[in-house]
């Protein structure tokens, strides 16, 4: 007798060939448009799936865990990060969560070397006099800006994402230093010629670019606090590709436009644009719209990390992809 097959319910539109493989192998229900589901939405679909594919505009709390379905038995996150879901109260349902760690990893390092050049070489100052076409010809004195090299890059969080910026750095001949909760063997840390810091306080105080790579947690909330911030040396730039709750955005926003700190690159927003305008105009600050993992390469490895734990758990088995609490 054929196998009856899972009920999935993506939140969000996927790349065309990832919904069109995931429909091939389960009873597929995909988004028409791509907009994030109300909470509404989200908790009819958790009633009724055995699967969950959402992704990080979709906050899945305790409450909606709590209204999910008998059937809910995955919450196959597409994205890497997952703070938004209570991974604790999924685990105490017996709900599991996976994630897509490492397939946007070298995506996103090469985002935070971007968003640091970007600062640095005051590339959009560059960009906005171009584009009004407001050039006046070369001068020695213009935009300049300061070299990466020999400078030191302080790394929060050395994870995935933080070496694979880590060996970016090197290349670019910045000195590599990093805070982490546990430091990396020794042979990673020659290979990376990285400097570990046990006090995070220490590093901040002494480096030229801090880039922000640790996951959003309740222990990293805030970790560059008002207090943190003004550790850093006023010359000092700061990358920010993890979650914008890391950062106190007020404190950071207060701190930049009174020269206090030199720039900022950031991908991610604790309150978006609307929550911070005053960021939006300032020339020593880039912002994007969060796509340091935005590449078509990138978005389908995800898609297919998906599919690789939706169909290990159809198989009987733990999503290779598993999310634990005692991991966050
Ligand atoms: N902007 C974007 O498009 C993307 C952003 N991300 C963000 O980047 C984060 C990191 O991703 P990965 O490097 O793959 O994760 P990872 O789990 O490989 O690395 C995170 C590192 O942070 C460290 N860490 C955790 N708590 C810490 C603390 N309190 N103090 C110091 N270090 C701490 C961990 O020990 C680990 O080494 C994700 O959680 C996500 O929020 C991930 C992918 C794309
Ligand atoms: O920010 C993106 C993610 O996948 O995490």
Redesign the pocket.
Known sequence: MPQKRLSVVVTRRLPEAVETRLSELFDVTLREDDTPMTRAQLAEAMAEADVLVPTITDQIDAGLIGQAGERLKLIANY?????HIDVETARRRGILVSNT??V??D??AD?VMALMLGVTRRIQEGLLVMQAGEWQGWAPTAFLGTRLGGKRLGI???????QAVAKRAQAFGMQIHY????RLRPEIEDSLEATWWES?DQMVARMDVISV?????P??FH?LNARRLRLLKPSAVIVN???GEVIDESALTRMLKAGEIAGAGL??YQHGIKGNPDLVNMPNVVMLP?????TIEGRIEMGEKVLLNVKTFADGHRPPDQVLPAML
Do not use: E, F, Y
Not at 290 to 294: E, I, R
């Open positions: 994205g890497a990060g997952i703070d760690p490492g946007m990893t995506d996103t985002m929060l969080g050395m994870g995935r994402i933080g805070h982490n909760r546990r995070l790579n640790c996951p959003h947690t222990s990293t970790l590709t993890s979650r991908d991610v969060h796509m340091g993992s935005a």
